[in-house]
């Protein structure tokens, strides 16, 4: 009896096998099966290289702005040699020349038009802790010596107008500061340079990348925030440009100093994209 069941149990198994096999080996149900697979691998290629085509065409493109062959303005040159890290002063005095106004670099903070503050430290947990001050408020440090730093847009814009309520006496006559931070320069030169405006621009030293070092850092005081400051920061006065450069007072080196536009737009961002301009009304 046992070896009957056996038997049964063993042409059952034979039998299911065997539709398995046949399935599987059958020309036109596994042609359809390899069709159906194929097709499936076909569409989901296809679905994404569509995917990555409408990525790469949907990508933002270049502005165009209306800028001539050429253009440049003719701005007072100073030199930033007695005040080695004092571009931002030199750069803004040499933009209230533009003006008419005369003024040097050092008095800005010696008139009182901008306070300079230097560090202190202070222990906390047996730790020595740097304090400093806003650079968007204030000058960090002493632009006369190699250990200043400077400061950035805001603290300019504060200065320029402590300046100006004091030395407009003229009522028929207005100064607008403009903030241009964030534009791009090519809209900067639309809008500005064509109509010869100088503006200010924060990017670096030779237009050489910007970095951070943990050492030039600080706790600002009022905030109790940690500002890294970006090493190489430099300000200059954006003077004019043509098809391949941007050209520029720059206080270290020379009047009309040209540099290559896609290098100082790299720059430019790096440090936020700051920019200030003084419009005479």
């Given at each position: 009896m046992k070896k009957i069941l056996l038997l049964c149990l063993a042409l059952l198994m034979m039998t299911a096998c065997g539709k398995k096999t046949d399935t599987s080996v059958n020309?036109?149900?596994?042609?359809?099966?390899?069709?159906?697979?194929?097709?499936?691998?076909?569409?989901?290629?296809?679905?994404?290289?569509?995917?990555?085509?409408?990525?790469?065409?949907?990508?933002?493109?270049?502005?165009?702005?209306?800028?001539?062959?050429?253009?440049?303005?003719?701005?007072?040159?100073?030199?930033?040699?007695?005040?080695?890290?004092g571009c931002?002063?030199?750069?803004?005095?040499?933009?209230?020349?533009?003006?008419?106004?005369?003024?040097?670099?050092?008095?800005?903070?010696?008139?009182?038009?901008?306070?300079?503050?230097?560090?202190?430290?202070?222990?906390?947990?047996?730790?020595?802790?740097k304090y400093g001050g806003d650079p968007n408020e204030v000058f960090i440090g002493n632009p006369e010596k190699n250990t200043g730093y400077g400061c950035?847009?805001?603290?300019?814009?504060?200065?320029?107008?402590?300046?100006?309520?004091?030395?407009?006496?003229?009522p028929d006559k207005q100064y607008m500061i403009t903030d241009l931070s964030g534009m791009e320069l090519e809209e900067i030169c639309q809008e500005y340079i064509n109509k010869e405006i100088p503006v200010l621009v924060w990017a670096s030293i030779n237009?050489?990348?910007?970095?951070?070092?943990?050492?030039?850092?600080?706790?600002?005081?009022?905030?109790?925030?940690?500002?890294f400051w970006k090493s190489?920061?430099?300000?200059?006065?954006?003077?004019?440009?043509?098809?391949?450069?941007?050209?520029?007072?720059?206080p270290l080196i020379g009047k009309n100093t040209p540099y290559m536009k896609r290098l100082v737009e790299r720059r430019y961002g790096e440090m936020g994209m700051q920019a200030v301009a003084l419009i005479e009304d």
């Open positions: 020309p036109l149900g596994s042609g359809n099966l390899l069709t159906t697979a194929t097709s499936k691998s076909i569409q989901t290629t296809s679905a994404t290289t569509k995917v990555n085509e409408i990525q790469t065409t949907t990508a933002p493109a270049r502005k165009k702005y209306s800028l001539k062959k050429e253009m440049f303005i003719d701005v007072p040159y100073y030199s930033q040699k007695s005040y080695p890290t931002e002063l030199v750069s803004t005095s040499m933009l209230l020349a533009f003006y008419g106004f005369e003024i040097k670099a050092g008095n800005i903070i010696k008139d009182g038009y901008l306070e300079a503050v230097d560090f202190k430290e202070e222990k906390d947990d047996k730790k020595k802790v950035h847009s805001g603290a300019i814009m504060l200065a320029l107008r402590e300046y100006l309520t004091e030395k407009v006496t003229d237009m050489n990348p910007t970095f951070y070092k943990l050492r030039n850092s600080w706790i600002i005081e009022e905030t109790g925030e940690r500002y190489n920061e430099h300000c200059l006065v954006l003077v004019g440009y043509d098809k391949e450069n941007y050209y520029f007072n720059d």
